[in-house]
């Protein structure tokens, strides 16, 4: 018995191919921003002397850190996250007062 409204067509058929990840045109760009965006905060927290802005880039540096991929230079990701835990650390070594919210002063 054949099935007449089989509507498949063997010859369209086209088999899968892997494709290669190491050679990805696609590169997400988001560790590389969270990279410069953490070491400019570390600067602001460093040299400004704002705490939250040393905790903003603790912040991008983790994120910076946790969006890598393994082949990326591991030396700019450890400096990147020193940097920001120096910023922090200097910033309370500063004032070790508590940061408080702007809406404080308000209550």
């Not at 704002?50 to 450890?78: E, G």
């Not at 650390?89 to 308000?106: D, E, H």
């Amino acid at each position: 018995m054949q099935n007449s409204s089989d509507v498949r067509r063997p010859n369209k058929i086209v088999r899968a191919k892997p494709t290669d990840l190491s050679q990805s045109v696609f590169e997400d760009p988001l560790p590389d921003y969270m990279n410069v965006l953490g070491m400019v905060f570390s600067m602001c927290g460093l040299m400004l002397r704002l705490k939250w802005s040393a905790w903003a880039a603790l912040f991008c540096s983790c994120v910076s850190f946790a969006n890598t991929r393994s082949s990326d230079d591991a030396k700019q990701i450890v400096s990147s996250f020193m940097l920001s835990v120096s910023a922090v650390v200097m910033s309370y070594l500063q004032n070790p007062q508590p940061i408080y919210p702007p809406w404080a002063s308000l209550l």
